[in-house]
């Protein structure tokens, strides 16, 4: 288990008081203490880290279609933050808050304003500059937007009302883990699909970097994840990045995030690069993908669809690998975000998928 | 006076209370019994009809580097509103809660927040989608993110912070009476600077387009304002649109509106066109001004700053006029908003202005 990972199972061990301190966090888990199981086996995304443990609150969103429901849980926002393996004191109070008021007024306010258009909301965002991967500013925006008079009406204390709307307000990646959910929700119907190339899960650990195909069933095709070039932090260098770590490429996956580059070119100052490979890495993933979204649009190309629904044989055929954007954390637990920066998916992974679907015909 | 303008003067009477109808309205403006002054003679600046009537609160913004102000009214929204000509019951039902509660309301959160930091407002917006001046989503959200942690803190009944939160957001347009007058306080100390050649100031009323240069004090360089085309609201048509009308070309004169519309794609499907046109709007902007905004820029060339500064000089020597967009208001008083679109300033004011230069050498 990578770093960063190592430091967010210490934080919420201790956030969940079954260890008294990191050290004593780190010898239970060594011990064999503790069950660890991917975000992706029980319909939910992390973004880096990923780590959901027991009480933390989650958002619910479901796909009205088809009735399937994913979750993710509410983003902490950037620096030292668990998710990045940050576990200092700071850390888990932030947590312990973000249980005890940010998500009790979230949900009196989601009982007010009713359940909310994600797809709208997205589509919106995504001509305001958005890519919903590592730029999420118009979205958060735009979910303060809904959320502000709701929260006025269903909290009574304004102080409560005050801090969470600072709170969101402080954190342009907030509508992140809503981006995030709302790309498994719409890809999970597309699993288990007889005969599908079509990549429905592309997720990594730190370590590894995994890909689930629509009609390879639940097998993941594994290869070691990558190293992001980006932009860091004041202080930091890349000597001190993990490797590719999270369940962010959901959004790549889904037609968004790296795919959708072209709408952002403003978030080349956050991941690196020019707004012209910004524009390229969206055209060149109409190459290896099946379909343009209906309802994500790209105004700088005619309100072209977004390319979405990788496809194996395309990856294999072209060469082209899916273009990926990320944060990138330490790789020491405790630290957290070095930097931002940008990839590609390992080719084997593709390879060892596309040699399975030629064992299908 | 053009229809619009004759509806909002109609309305604004009713209004202050000096007149019970819209009828004896109509009988006192004709009687000479009211006063009229363009919004510029005052360091204001007002949306299509413009009327500012002495009980209007007013956004105050001020040039810090040069201690200048500038005053603009809070925006009504869309529709039937004063600002399209329609003075109907609700028009004036409005402007009175925007008066009793909405400027109340805004002045003691603006007490909490401290004084907004508009250039910079202004320059995230147009890096999300906006051009400032009819695609405004972007900073209308941005305000509210600010504005909204600050009205629960300064105003203490929840049901008040709750619909002036609702008020805003339903209106896409709120932040558009601050970026015009945030362009007129950077304007105004362009204005008076000898043998300068650089608009100051172009403003329509509805029946004519006037443009002021630096160089030539404060007279009005006039021509009969022009015919926007553009998309039309259900059960209007060309046919039903007043000219160009409203001081909200001050956006242009300083840089965004039309000339940002590189920046602002997703527009077209409100004013028109098509994003190619967009962008080639804002590249032959280049050709008729003298620098390029160092705090406005455009992602999608490469964080080039906007064109800003018409030479009247250029003008003339490259026949291209400044591009504008604009909302479009019904030639009858009384109807209100039937489109959006696009058009040019007209030649003739230039050319007047370039002859006066002329006299300068």
Same mark, same amino acid.
Not at 275 to 296: C, K, Q, W
């Given at each position: 288990m990578c770093g960063p990972m190592r430091g967010a199972v210490m934080g919420a061990l201790v956030y969940e008081a079954l260890a008294e301190t990191p050290e004593q966090a780190v010898a239970m888990a060594a011990a064999g203490e503790v069950e660890f199981d991917p975000c992706h086996h029980h319909h939910a995304v992390g973004p880096m880290a990923g780590v959901v443990s027991p009480s933390m609150p989650v958002w619910i969103v479901e796909n &009205?279609?088809?009735g399937n429901l994913a979750y993710c849980t509410q983003n902490e926002g950037l620096g030292k933050v668990l998710r990045y393996g940050a576990f200092g004191p700071e850390v888990i109070k932030r947590l312990k808050w973000m249980e005890a008021e940010l998500y009790p007024a979230l949900e009196a306010a989601l009982a007010v304003?009713?359940? +909310?258009d994600l797809r709208s909301m997205i589509a919106q965002a995504l001509h305001m $500059?958005? &890519?919903?991967?590592?730029?999420?500013k118009a979205g958060t925006s735009l979910l303060i937007r809904i959320l502000a008079p709701a929260l006025v009406k269903a909290v009574d204390d304004p102080a409560v009302v005050e801090r969470v709307l600072r709170f969101i307000d402080g954190?342009?990646?907030?509508f992140l883990n809503l981006t995030m959910p709302a790309m498994k929700a719409m890809l999970e119907?597309? &699993? $288990? +699909?007889?005969g599908s190339s079509v990549v429905t899960v592309m997720a990594r650990n730190g370590t590894d970097f995994g890909v689930r195909v $629509?009609?390879?069933?639940?097998h993941w095709f594994v290869a070691p994840a990558g190293q992001p070039e980006g932009l860091w932090l004041p202080g930091f260098t890349a000597e001190d990045a993990n490797p590719d770590i999270g369940d962010s490429t959901i959004t790549e996956t889904g037609g968004i995030g790296g795919f959708a580059l072209a709408g952002a070119p403003a978030i080349v100052q956050f991941v690196g690069g020019t707004p012209r490979d910004a524009l390229n890495a969206t055209l060149e993933m109409y190459e290896i993908t099946v379909g343009e979204h209906s309802a994500f649009t790209l105004p700088a190309l005619d309100f072209r669809g977004m390319p979405v629904g990788i496809d194996v044989r395309r990856v294999m055929e072209t060469g082209l690998l899916p273009r990926l954007n990320t944060g990138i954390a330490h790789k020491e637990p405790g630290v957290g975000m070095v930097g931002a920066g940008l990839l590609t998916a390992p080719k084997a992974c593709f390879e060892q998928a596309f040699a399975e679907l030629a064992k299908l015909c």
């Amino acid at each position: 288990m990578c770093g960063p990972m190592r430091g967010a199972v210490m934080g919420a061990l201790v956030y969940e008081a079954l260890a008294e301190t990191p050290e004593q966090a780190v010898a239970m888990a060594a011990a064999g203490e503790v069950e660890f199981d991917p975000c992706h086996h029980h319909h939910a995304v992390g973004p880096m880290a990923g780590v959901v443990s027991p009480s933390m609150p989650v958002w619910i969103v479901e796909n &009205e279609t088809f009735g399937n429901l994913a979750y993710c849980t509410q983003n902490e926002g950037l620096g030292k933050v668990l998710r990045y393996g940050a576990f200092g004191p700071e850390v888990i109070k932030r947590l312990k808050w973000m249980e005890a008021e940010l998500y009790p007024a979230l949900e009196a306010a989601l009982a007010v304003s009713g359940p +909310i258009d994600l797809r709208s909301m997205i589509a919106q965002a995504l001509h305001m $500059g958005d &890519e919903g991967h590592n730029r999420n500013k118009a979205g958060t925006s735009l979910l303060i937007r809904i959320l502000a008079p709701a929260l006025v009406k269903a909290v009574d204390d304004p102080a409560v009302v005050e801090r969470v709307l600072r709170f969101i307000d402080g954190n342009d990646h907030f509508f992140l883990n809503l981006t995030m959910p709302a790309m498994k929700a719409m890809l999970e119907p597309a &699993e $288990g +699909i007889p005969g599908s190339s079509v990549v429905t899960v592309m997720a990594r650990n730190g370590t590894d970097f995994g890909v689930r195909v $629509g009609g390879l069933g639940d097998h993941w095709f594994v290869a070691p994840a990558g190293q992001p070039e980006g932009l860091w932090l004041p202080g930091f260098t890349a000597e001190d990045a993990n490797p590719d770590i999270g369940d962010s490429t959901i959004t790549e996956t889904g037609g968004i995030g790296g795919f959708a580059l072209a709408g952002a070119p403003a978030i080349v100052q956050f991941v690196g690069g020019t707004p012209r490979d910004a524009l390229n890495a969206t055209l060149e993933m109409y190459e290896i993908t099946v379909g343009e979204h209906s309802a994500f649009t790209l105004p700088a190309l005619d309100f072209r669809g977004m390319p979405v629904g990788i496809d194996v044989r395309r990856v294999m055929e072209t060469g082209l690998l899916p273009r990926l954007n990320t944060g990138i954390a330490h790789k020491e637990p405790g630290v957290g975000m070095v930097g931002a920066g940008l990839l590609t998916a390992p080719k084997a992974c593709f390879e060892q998928a596309f040699a399975e679907l030629a064992k299908l015909c």
